[in-house]
Nanobody, 117 residues
Framework: QVQLVESGGGLVQPGGSLRLSCAAS????????MGWYRQAPGKQRELVAS?????????ADSVKGRFTISRDNAKNTVSVYLQMSSLNDEDTAVYYC?????????WGQGTQVTVSS
């Protein structure tokens, strides 16, 4: 069974930092584009950042300069990280890990990030 397991969400104060992790089991994920999406209450899910198999990254304008996506293609597990800094209340959302490739599209279960004082 394909699984994307996320971790690292939580409550953080404005201006703080948080690191999200996603573990995708399966060596075939090494050729997938991995990404992080988020969905705030009452809003559509949006792309936050993505990284291709060769390390090319893309970011939403709202997070450029504050968030960094990275990946580690280990033998049987691909790990994807989202380092978030200078967080503000507009970053509050459920964050989802995504894996896309070979005509397939997989999602994690989501992890809540709440920015509040």
């Amino acid at each position: 069974q394909v699984q994307l397991v996320e971790s690292g969400g939580g409550l953080v104060q404005p201006g703080g930092s948080l690191r999200l992790s996603c573990a995708a089991s399966g060596s075939f994920f090494s050729v997938f584009t991995m990404g992080w999406y988020r969905q705030a209450p009452g809003k559509q899910r949006e792309l936050v950042a993505s990284i291709t198999r060769d390390g090319t990254t893309d970011y939403a304008d709202s997070v450029k300069g504050r968030f960094t996506i990275s990946r580690d293609n280990a033998k049987n597990t691909v790990s994807v990280y989202l380092q978030m800094s200078s967080l503000n209340d507009e970053d509050t959302a459920v964050y989802y890990c995504n894996a896309r490739g070979l005509g397939l599209n997989f999602w994690g279960q989501g992890t809540q990030v709440t920015v509040s004082s």
